[in-house]
């Protein structure tokens, strides 16, 4: 009797065992929702990588498109994009890169190195991605899978560069056969369709060959109206509602439905100036702009009081920040006294100022009326987000003041070279592409060539610290703030890398079903 027992204790504890070996094996996978739909402010402009640095534009090609590297958004730190290693030569100008065998873009065409070297050379065709690869001097296809390209110097960020989506690789067979070739690229989305100034979607790259998406299929949606967009969170239409009006987030936190986002915003808000335009050309007319600026109020009416005066010419948290960077303070009196010293007599300066949203519109109603103050008319014009961003990237360059943003955040290079830097075409500088102010300045693209090759970290910091100096002489734009990125979700919605710079990661972005 003792020994049954004893077996049948023995037979009991292995069928449990059993049990929890096998139960996870048959236990059913979890189950997203299908579709998810992301509500956004601003429209996708273009699915040509090279073509734009708008934010909706850097968040598609993230889906669609892959860089060579990429940068850990948590640590800053450059990882493997689509090359999974490299070395660099002893001088730091040879890089030699190594992507994986069988790599194809979502058509199912073959990636291979000579891909990278088309993409790169195609990239210095554009204003918007030429400055990123001006210190390429040669690139030397070995074989399919490894190249090697040599910089003309050393620079403590030229992998920064290559990591900037708008460097997305792209098929040089797709993009020179067919019309809309550089939409495909090889990420984990593919484009489905998109009808512009309504909606883009994507579809799942089951064949990508690494992590598969949970989503099967994501859309932007453009909702340009903020109250607009938080009714179709509300009523379910969307999944994700971007940037709703701060004065609307206690709905979203009152709701049971829903979740609010928050992230610390490097963004910088501030107004571009157009360094050409008559008596936007004089640098007293520039500081009188400046120090009618009321960044305080601007904040309140803008943000809801949620936000921090920003003084400097690069992005918080940026390398080489000049913590002690003089102030043009808020102070109509010397606003007056710099337009005195511009030649300009009160009343005889009529300026006008575009912008695209209600808070910046509120932000534009505060400068209009230190400026009445002053002795300078300020007109104001809302456009929509596309119409504003066609005069800014226009050749004509038509505006005189423009409120916008600076989302780029990732490298110190890249946000003064493209804001402020200009190259020599013909003998003549021509702004890069980002530069809204259309600053041409020698001197300052001396020292913004001389940091980047600065070996020594310490010394490089000054050489910032110099530039921004520099900057704050020259004013030609007005930096005004830093504030929250607010976006509100459905409840248990999972995935979405959330960024400081607002180009949001939803390559993971997934609702449980169960």
Same mark, same amino acid.
């Given at each position: 009797m003792?020994?049954?027992?004893?077996?049948?204790t023995?037979?009991?504890?292995?069928?449990l065992?059993?049990?929890?070996i096998?139960a996870?094996?048959?236990?059913?996978a979890?189950?997203?929702?299908?579709t998810i739909t992301?509500?956004?402010?601003?429209?996708v402009?273009?699915l040509?990588?090279?073509g734009?640095n708008?934010?909706?534009?850097?968040m598609?090609?993230l889906l669609?498109?892959?860089?060579i590297?990429d940068?850990?958004?948590?640590?800053?730190?450059?990882v493997p994009?689509l090359a999974?290693?490299?070395t660099v030569s002893?001088d730091g100008?040879?890089?030699?890169?190594?992507?994986p065998e069988?790599?194809?873009?979502?058509d199912?065409?073959?990636?291979?190195?000579?891909?990278?070297?088309?993409?790169?050379?195609?990239?210095d065709?554009?204003?918007?991605?030429k400055?990123k690869?001006?210190?390429?001097?040669?690139?030397?296809v070995?074989d399919?899978t490894?190249?090697a390209?040599?910089?003309?110097k050393?620079?403590q960020?030229f992998?920064?560069?290559l990591?900037?989506k708008?460097?997305?690789?792209?098929?040089?067979?797709?993009?020179?056969?067919q019309?809309?070739?550089?939409?495909?690229?090889s990420?984990?989305?593919a484009v489905?369709r998109?009808v512009?100034?309504d909606?883009?979607?994507f579809?799942?790259n089951d064949?990508?060959?690494g992590?598969?998406a949970?989503?099967?299929?994501v859309?932007f949606?453009l909702?340009?109206?903020e109250?607009?967009?938080l009714?179709a969170l509300?009523?379910?239409?969307i999944?994700?509602?971007?940037?709703?009006?701060?004065?609307?987030?206690?709905?979203?936190?009152?709701?049971?439905?829903?979740?609010?986002v928050?992230?610390p915003?490097?963004?910088?808000?501030y107004?571009a100036?157009?360094n050409?335009?008559?008596?936007?050309?004089n640098?007293?007319?520039?500081r009188?702009l400046?120090?009618a600026?009321d960044k305080?109020?601007?904040?309140?009416v803008?943000?809801?009081g949620v936000?921090?005066?920003?003084?400097?010419?690069?992005?918080?948290?940026?390398?080489g920040l000049?913590?002690?960077?003089?102030v043009?303070?808020?102070?109509?009196e010397?606003?007056?006294?710099?337009?005195a010293?511009?030649?300009y007599?009160?009343?005889?300066?009529?300026?006008e100022?575009i912008?695209?949203?209600?808070?910046?519109?509120?932000?534009a @109603?505060?400068?209009q009326?230190?400026l009445?103050?002053v002795?300078i008319?300020l007109? *104001?014009?809302? +456009?929509?987000? =596309? &119409? /504003?961003?066609?005069v800014?990237?226009?050749a004509?360059?038509?505006?005189?003041?423009c409120l916008y943003?600076?989302t780029?955040?990732?490298?110190t290079?890249f946000?003064?070279?493209?804001m402020?830097g200009s190259?020599e075409?013909?003998?003549? @500088?021509?702004k890069?592409?980002?530069n809204?102010g259309n600053?041409?300045?020698?001197? *300052?693209?001396? +020292?913004?060539? =001389? &940091? /980047?090759v600065?070996l020594?970290?310490?010394?490089?910091?000054k050489?910032y610290?110099?530039?921004?100096?520099y900057?704050?002489?020259?004013?030609?734009i007005?930096?005004?703030?830093?504030s929250m990125i607010?976006v509100?979700v459905k409840?248990? @919605?999972t995935g979405?890398?959330?960024?400081?710079?607002?180009?949001h990661d939803y390559?993971?972005i997934?609702?449980?079903?169960?």
């Amino acid at each position: 009797m003792h020994h049954r027992n004893t077996g049948f204790t023995k037979l009991l504890c292995i069928a449990l065992l059993l049990s929890l070996i096998v139960a996870p094996v048959f236990a059913s996978a979890p189950s997203y929702q299908d579709t998810i739909t992301i509500g956004v402010a601003n429209d996708v402009t273009t699915l040509d990588p090279q073509g734009s640095n708008t934010d909706a534009n850097m968040m598609a090609f993230l889906l669609t498109h892959e860089t060579i590297v990429d940068i850990d958004p948590d640590t800053g730190e450059i990882v493997p994009g689509l090359a999974t290693s490299w070395t660099v030569s002893d001088d730091g100008c040879v890089f030699t890169f190594t992507i994986p065998e069988g790599v194809t873009f979502t058509d199912g065409t073959p990636l291979t190195a000579s891909d990278i070297k088309y993409t790169y050379e195609r990239a210095d065709q554009s204003s918007f991605t030429k400055s990123k690869v001006s210190l390429i001097t040669a690139m030397d296809v070995i074989d399919d899978t490894h190249i090697a390209i040599t910089i003309e110097k050393p620079s403590q960020e030229f992998l920064v560069l290559l990591a900037h989506k708008s460097m997305s690789i792209l098929s040089e067979t797709l993009t020179e056969t067919q019309e809309f070739g550089y939409q495909i690229g090889s990420g984990m989305f593919a484009v489905e369709r998109w009808v512009p100034g309504d909606y883009v979607s994507f579809v799942r790259n089951d064949d990508y060959r690494g992590e598969k998406a949970p989503t099967r299929r994501v859309v932007f949606r453009l909702i340009k109206e903020e109250s607009s967009r938080l009714i179709a969170l509300q009523t379910g239409e969307i999944d994700v509602c971007v940037d709703p009006l701060s004065t609307d987030l206690e709905y979203i936190k009152g709701d049971p439905k829903l979740e609010l986002v928050t992230v610390p915003n490097v963004v910088m808000l501030y107004i571009a100036v157009n360094n050409e335009k008559p008596g936007l050309n004089n640098v007293h007319v520039r500081r009188a702009l400046a120090h009618a600026t009321d960044k305080e109020s601007m904040i309140l009416v803008g943000y809801n009081g949620v936000g921090t005066p920003h003084n400097n010419f690069i992005n918080r948290g940026q390398f080489g920040l000049h913590k002690d960077i003089p102030v043009y303070e808020f102070d109509l009196e010397k606003a007056k006294q710099e337009l005195a010293l511009s030649g300009y007599k009160p009343g005889q300066l009529s300026l006008e100022v575009i912008y695209n949203d209600t808070a910046k519109e509120n932000m534009a @109603l505060i400068l209009q009326h230190n400026l009445a103050q002053v002795g300078i008319t300020l007109n *104001l014009k809302k +456009m929509e987000t =596309a &119409a /504003l961003k066609a005069v800014l990237n226009d050749a004509a360059l038509d505006y005189e003041l423009c409120l916008y943003q600076w989302t780029d955040a990732d490298g110190t290079d890249f946000t003064v070279r493209n804001m402020y830097g200009s190259y020599e075409r013909d003998g003549v @500088l021509v702004k890069n592409g980002s530069n809204r102010g259309n600053v041409k300045d020698a001197t *300052l693209n001396a +020292m913004i060539d =001389a &940091a /980047l090759v600065e070996l020594d970290p310490q010394v490089r910091e000054k050489m910032y610290h110099e530039i921004e100096e520099y900057l704050y002489e020259l004013s030609p734009i007005v930096p005004i703030a830093t504030s929250m990125i607010n976006v509100g979700v459905k409840k248990g @919605l999972t995935g979405v890398k959330w960024i400081g710079t607002a180009k949001h990661d939803y390559r993971h972005i997934a609702l449980p079903l169960n």
